[in-house]
């Protein structure tokens, strides 16, 4: 299957507790965010997303904050499963007025401890 | 449904070799999109098509062709192929193209030697 970068990231949490995934944004404009999932030999697998005019959203066992003041974005697991073990990436779509732009960032590797 | 397809799901060129990567979706989406995804960089838009009959570059295009073959299929051909262009290809597709949430096939692993 298909892997993702061997040198990313990595937070690891027990099972049952909260996760918290942060993620550094680059642009002002960007007006829309979006969390996937990327487990091992897959593509990414869309979780959740936010309007630049939203500071939360929440989904089920996620929660998405939007700080745009820091140009930050968090995802919080709740109870943690070894199912969300994957490497999980935010993306950004610029706005704009022509073409479609949405910045990936490079992810935060998951690892679940049973 | 399949959701979207990509055919091979690995393949190994030499320098200068030619071939086209294969995707189709069944989800009856507008827009679909290629992407490449190396270590430690998160995925990079190489072309999109924001609905039949219509192409548009991505952030990397460079040595790469698309084509948008029906609402179905958007195919990735790689005419004189490069080690730079090693990397995992993956097609995604979105109901409209400022659609947010995109929908990935498995990837393609390319080497190229």
């Known amino acids: 299957g298909e892997s993702v970068g061997l040198h990313l990231p990595t937070l690891s949490v027990q099972e049952g507790d909260n996760s918290i995934i942060n993620c550094a944004y680059s642009n002002s404009a960007s007006d829309y965010f979006i969390w996937y999932k990327q487990e091992s030999g897959k593509g990414p697998q869309f979780i959740i997303d936010i309007r630049s005019n939203m500071d939360k959203r929440q989904g089920q066992r996620v929660t998405v904050l939007l700080n745009k003041t820091v140009k930050h974005l968090s995802l919080q697991i709740a109870a943690t499963q070894p199912g969300d073990s994957a490497v999980y990436f935010c993306?950004?779509?610029?706005?704009?007025?022509?073409?479609?732009?949405?910045?990936f960032g490079a992810g935060t590797r998951l690892f679940v401890k049973a | 449904n399949a959701g979207v397809t990509q055919t091979p799901k690995f393949q190994v060129l030499k320098t200068g070799q030619s071939m086209t990567l294969q995707c189709a979706q069944d989800?009856?989406?507008?827009?679909m999109y290629w992407y490449r995804q190396d270590p430690g960089m998160g995925l990079r838009l190489i072309y999109y098509s924001a609905s039949e009959g219509t192409t548009d570059k991505g952030e990397v295009p460079n040595g790469y062709n698309v084509s948008r073959l029906n609402k179905r299929e958007f195919s990735l051909r790689l005419e004189s192929a490069a080690p730079s262009q090693t990397s995992v290809y993956f097609c995604?597709?979105?109901?409209?193209?400022?659609?947010?949430?995109?929908?990935f096939g498995p990837g393609t692993r390319l080497t190229v030697t």
């Open positions: 995604a597709s979105s109901e409209r193209t400022r659609s947010y949430e995109q929908y």
């Open positions: 993306a950004e779509n610029i706005g704009n007025t022509g073409g479609f732009k949405t910045i």
């Open positions: 989800m009856n989406h507008n827009s």
